[in-house]
């Protein structure tokens, strides 16, 4: 499974990103795809998710601020950032979590984007 991020780049607080990324080369049915985040010093944290049934699950940052779409025809996820803060600024993975075996999951995960907002 390979994931491509984009999207990332620098905004100034308030500012808004969209972020995608393309899920190929699997063989397997996906069940979550989603966003985590790493801000510098800290844990990767969840930013938002969304499973194959379409139910969306956000991260206490994201709430209010970030959208997160599916969009299965395009095996891909998008991640509508609004109101952006300083705060935001980190790297941004996607992930897939795909089913590879009966009642196995197995999670992967894309490089990361850059996102840098600045105050």
């Known amino acids: 499974v390979q994931l491509q991020a984009s999207g990332g780049g620098s905004v100034q607080a308030g500012g808004s990103l969209r972020l995608s990324c393309v899920v190929s080369d699997t063989m397997f049915v996906i069940n979550t795809l989603g966003w985590h985040r790493q801000v510098s010093g800290d844990d990767r944290e969840m930013v938002a998710s969304v499973d194959a049934y379409g139910v969306q699950k956000y991260g206490a940052a994201a709430k209010g601020r970030f959208t997160v779409s599916r969009h299965d025809d395009e095996n891909a996820i998008y991640l509508q950032m609004d109101n952006l803060n300083p705060d935001d600024t980190g790297v941004y993975y996607c992930?897939?979590?795909?089913?590879?075996?009966?009642?196995?999951?197995?999670?992967?995960w894309g490089r990361g984007t850059q996102v840098t907002v600045s105050s």
């Open positions: 992930g897939a979590e795909a089913l590879v075996a009966r009642g196995v999951f197995q999670t992967y």
